[in-house]
């Protein structure tokens, strides 16, 4: 087995001390080592192909290279099938800027230790946190702090407006026109699955804007044609089964995992999708225009998600000031079968 090469040999190849080798190779400002002896130490490191080691690299700099994901319910990973995209994003854009990734899942947000040790072991040197809950007590705490942190998501911590950095869509404003699209089409009694119980911010979101879209139609709000799935096509079923039984002719389901049991549900009641109930759902995974009919839903970007959290959480990382604290990710209303309406021809050709 080949060993691993020491900077004691880097320094005895280069004719220069341990600690010359240690400044060059961790490129400490102001060492005032002179240009040909960096250029002897470089060489004689590249000539026998050193790695520095990184528990000496974090010892030296006081960053560990690593970037924390929470999920905030360990249950998203087992069931949802937005998460696995933008984990993946978060994952080969930190890889791109040189940063690996430690996976954590907060199953109560509410317990002091919810992200201290994470951040207090000096395990990380960011934080991105996706699915934030409104009795978060901690997150707010690590930005008081200064901890450089991205939220995916936007929380609404209104004392922490000015210091939260975070990445969002604007959801309420999505499901009202999804919405628009169902009551345009005729729909007056129209359901409602959240895709997780209320305390999350992004269902209260799609909630709020469901209720509003209703308001604004002079249509009654109907507390019975409201239920609560938890993350699984499974909830989605067993949601979809009890709004059933008060008649409703559309339902917009909070996420399309949710859509998934909705609509199996509606096929095992007899019914037809969308001519006796329509169904919309929201995120468009990848599966949404292959399901019986294509489901109409919204589209959401994890992936530029990832992308804008690791970008911001990198320049807060180096102690950059941002003028921009926040990033919105657009949205598009994506129309298939599943809805009643007839596709556009690009969404047809393009969309399925």
Known sequence: MKMRVTSQQVALRAGVSRTTVSFVLNNIQNSNIPEITRAKVLRAAEELGYVPNAAAKMLVSGKTQTIGIVVSHAQHLAVDA???????????????????????????????DAYLE?????????????????????LPELVRRKFPVVVLGFPRWTALQDELHYVA????????????????????RIAHITFSPEVYYATEDRHQGYRQALEEAN?????????????????????MQKVLKHK????????DTIAIGAMAAIHQAGLRIPQDIAVVGYDDIPTAPYLTPPLTT????????????????EKLMRGEELAQKSIDCETKLIVRQSCGAKPNAQESRVER
Not at 118 to 138: E, F, K
Not at 169 to 188: C, F, N, S
Not at 248 to 255: E, K, L, S
């Open 248 to 255: 409703p002719t559309a339902v917009f389901a909070g996420n």
């Open 118 to 138: 994470l951040v207090q072991g000096h395990h990380i040197d960011g934080l991105v946190v996706v699915n934030t809950r409104s009795d978060d007590s901690q």
């Open 82 to 112: 937005f998460i696995p995209q933008l984990l993946y994003s978060l994952s080969q854009h930190s890889q791109e800027a040189g940063y690996n990734l430690l996976l954590e899942t907060v199953l109560d947000v509410s317990q002091p």
């Open 219 to 239: 249509l009654e709000y109907r507390k019975n044609l409201v239920a609560y799935g938890n993350y699984s096509a499974e909830s989605g079923f067993i949601a």
């Open 298 to 313: 919204v589209r959401v970007s994890a992936l530029e998600h990832g992308q804008k959290a690791i970008g911001i959480l």
């Open 169 to 188: 869509t604007d959801t309420v404003r999505a499901t009202k026109e999804i919405m628009r699209h169902l009551i345009d089409l005729g729909h007056k």
